[in-house]
């Protein structure tokens, strides 16, 4: 079974960086679209950020401009590099990634993000 992992996370003030990664292992062959979701406390959790195998990319629009998604296939990784960070931002980010076949997707266990003075 498809395994994933993030990692990254951490706390930073407003106007700082991170980047997260995912790492997905137990892959034959490929992966299809990969994406960051994030969720704050309270929430739903929404999509972030998306990056097809093809690689397009698109962006929820508080994230446009600052957030950019990016991946490797060798290792299978997905990166999130986020800029300008706001406390709006603060949430637990899971990376998902689906099948090579589209027939099902993968979650990671989060990792917690913080943005605060």
């Known amino acids: 079974q498809v395994h994933v992992v993030e990692s990254g996370g951490g706390l930073v003030q407003p106007g700082g960086s991170l980047r997260l990664s995912c790492a997905a292992s137990g892959i034959s062959f490929g992966l299809g679209d990969m994406a960051w979701y994030r969720q704050a406390l309270g929430l739903q959790r929404e999509l972030v950020a998306v990056i097809t195998r093809g690689g397009s990319t698109n962006y929820a629009d508080s994230v446009k401009g600052r957030f950019t998604i990016s991946r490797d296939s060798a290792p299978n990784t997905a990166y999130l590099q986020m800029n300008s960070l706001k406390p709006e931002d603060t949430g637990v980010y899971y990376c998902?990634?689906?099948?090579?076949?589209?027939?099902?997707?993968?979650w990671g266990q989060g990792t917690q993000v913080t943005v605060s003075s």
């Open positions: 998902k990634v689906r099948d090579w076949y589209g027939t099902r997707d993968y």
